[in-house]
């Protein structure tokens, strides 16, 4: 057996090379050939394996780890930190996002399947060498959704006019609506109203309700067919089991399969949240809004300094609550990370002009800003909850 240690592993296509004392030029390693649940080598890991000599080259087989590596998927991960929970035991694992290697804070989202080194301290079970493995939506990992965008402009024919190109300077490519798509399916699967059947040729499919309707206010669904295409040994990225068909009304002759009608997801457990509650207090955190936030600003913003900036906000959120005051409209509601928050309207140089979003949570008796978004984040956050007929963010 030899030992050595790992140069490099392309996660996505899962083979690397290792390098030992006597094969300084490395040996071709395959995923498939790690022994244990976890696959994915860390760059400078020590590995113990043999040698298998082959036309290609030399190549390790029986690749055991040095450090234990377990496999499991992030779970409530929001403000930067979150919790791993381990497939086989269900153990959770604390996450802070500067134990991810190889990817940025913004790319770390929940449901993210991941490797990571268990380790225990005065604090608890941590999640350390964390390696990203999956980084697709659950859209993208539960069906293949072939030309997405012919889909896209076909879902927008179909539904009622909005803007579904708020962010973009590509009219047509749909930004908005591939979004709420992604996040919609999302809160589906959490709730399981994804609805399978089979027909009497033994044809197997499934369906979501999108929660968008036509100009006839009738209800708009996703069709899936089982997926012919089988996983590859080869492949550790595992391939879709469905497949998209088309978005279509409930007349559709597939619908006469399904016992009951998909319903569409909910996202409110109590109305009152909806509603921003002017007697109610707001603390703005404006050291970890320009601190840690920063980057969100845009650039001739942040140009000004941090007092002045501090400044021009705590101005901006003044204006924001007197404008909520006069419309309680103004507070728009939005959704993310399971929770509802409520957008400001922020105007940082031009009282006329709103630049960014204050987003404003509820915590006990009173309100809590802790960030601010663009305004495209904004405008898809609060798409999930209901269309934007009016206010501040189609202006």
Same mark, same amino acid.
């Given at each position: 057996?030899?030992?050595?240690?790992?140069?490099?592993?392309?996660?996505? =296509?899962?083979?690397?090379?290792?390098?030992?004392? @006597?094969?300084?030029?490395? #040996?071709?390693?395959?995923?498939? @050939?790690?022994?244990?649940?976890?696959?994915?080598?860390?760059?400078?890991?020590?590995?113990?394996?043999?040698?298998?000599?082959? !036309?290609?080259?030399?190549? /390790?087989?029986?690749?055991?780890?040095?450090? @234990?590596?377990?496999?499991?998927?992030?779970?409530?991960?929001?403000?930067?930190?979150?919790?791993?929970?381990?497939?086989?035991?269900?153990?959770?694992?604390?996450?802070?996002?500067?134990?991810?290697?190889?990817?940025?804070?913004?790319?770390? %989202?929940?449901?993210?399947?991941?490797?990571?080194?268990?380790?225990?301290?005065?604090?608890?079970?941590? /999640?350390?060498?964390?390696?990203?493995?999956?980084?697709?939506?659950?859209?993208?990992? $539960?069906?293949?959704?072939?030309?997405?965008?012919?889909?896209?402009?076909? *879902?927008?024919?179909?539904?009622?006019? %909005?803007?579904?190109?708020?962010?973009?300077?590509?009219?047509?490519?749909?930004?908005?609506?591939?979004?709420?798509?992604?996040?919609?399916?999302?809160?589906?699967?959490?709730?399981?109203?994804?609805?399978?059947?089979?027909?009497?040729?033994?044809?197997?499919?499934?369906? $979501?309700?999108?929660?968008? #309707?036509?100009?006839?206010?009738?209800?708009?669904?996703?069709?899936?067919? =089982?997926?012919?295409?089988?996983?590859?040994?080869?492949?550790?990225?595992?391939?879709? !089991?469905?497949?998209?068909?088309?978005? %279509?009304?409930?007349?559709?002759?597939?619908?006469?399969?399904?016992?009951?009608?998909?319903?569409?997801?909910?996202?409110?457990?109590?109305?009152?949240?909806?509603?921003?509650?002017?007697?109610?207090? *707001?603390?703005?955190?404006?050291?970890?809004?320009?601190?840690?936030?920063?980057?969100?600003?845009?650039?001739?913003?942040?140009?000004?300094?941090?007092?002045?900036?501090?400044?021009?906000?705590?101005?901006?959120?003044?204006?924001?609550?007197?404008?909520?005051?006069?419309?309680?409209?103004?507070?728009?509601?939005?959704?993310? %990370?399971?929770?509802?928050?409520? *957008?400001?309207?922020?105007?940082?140089?031009?009282?006329?002009?709103?630049?960014?979003?204050?987003?404003?949570?509820?915590?006990?008796?009173?309100? =809590?800003?802790?960030?601010?978004?663009?305004?495209?984040?904004?405008?898809?956050?609060?798409?999930?909850?209901?269309?934007?007929?009016?206010?501040?963010?189609?202006?």
């Amino acid at each position: 057996m030899e030992i050595g240690i790992v140069s490099f592993f392309n996660v996505e =296509r899962g083979f690397g090379r290792i390098k030992t004392q @006597d094969i300084p030029h490395g #040996v071709f390693v395959h995923f498939s @050939d790690v022994i244990g649940e976890a696959k994915i080598l860390v760059e400078n890991e020590l590995v113990e394996f043999s040698v298998k000599e082959t !036309k290609k080259g030399p190549k /390790a087989c029986q690749v055991s780890r040095i450090t @234990d590596r377990l496999k499991g998927t992030i779970k409530n991960f929001n403000k930067g930190y979150g919790f791993v929970e381990e497939y086989e035991s269900g153990t959770k694992y604390f996450l802070h996002h500067s134990d991810v290697q190889g990817n940025g804070f913004k790319r770390i %989202e929940s449901e993210f399947e991941v490797e990571f080194s268990p380790f225990e301290s005065e604090k608890g079970l941590q /999640a350390k060498e964390v390696v990203i493995i999956d980084t697709r939506f659950p859209l993208e990992k $539960f069906a293949n959704l072939g030309k997405l965008q012919q889909h896209l402009e076909s *879902l927008a024919q179909l539904a009622q006019p %909005e803007n579904w190109d708020y962010i973009s300077q590509q009219t047509g490519s749909y930004p908005v609506l591939r979004n709420y798509l992604r996040q919609t399916f999302k809160r589906l699967e959490e709730e399981d109203k994804i609805e399978y059947t089979t027909s009497p040729d033994g044809k197997e499919y499934a369906c $979501f309700n999108t929660g968008l #309707v036509t100009e006839k206010q009738e209800d708009i669904f996703a069709y899936f067919v =089982r997926s012919r295409r089988k996983n590859s040994p080869g492949s550790y990225i595992k391939f879709p !089991k469905w497949t998209l068909r088309k978005f %279509e009304r409930e007349s559709y002759r597939v619908m006469s399969y399904f016992s009951q009608q998909p319903q569409i997801a909910n996202y409110i457990s109590d109305p009152t949240h909806l509603v921003y509650d002017s007697s109610k207090r *707001l603390i703005p955190d404006y050291e970890h809004i320009i601190d840690d936030r920063e980057k969100r600003f845009p650039e001739e913003f942040r140009q000004w300094g941090k007092q002045e900036l501090i400044a021009r906000l705590r101005n901006a959120i003044s204006l924001a609550e007197k404008r909520v005051m006069r419309n309680y409209k103004t507070a728009i509601p939005q959704y993310y %990370e399971g929770n509802i928050q409520l *957008l400001l309207p922020l105007c940082l140089e031009i009282p006329s002009r709103i630049d960014m979003a204050l987003v404003v949570a509820k915590e006990h008796e009173i309100y =809590r800003a802790n960030t601010v978004i663009p305004l495209d984040w904004a405008y898809q956050n609060a798409r999930l909850l209901a269309p934007h007929d009016r206010g501040w963010l189609r202006e």
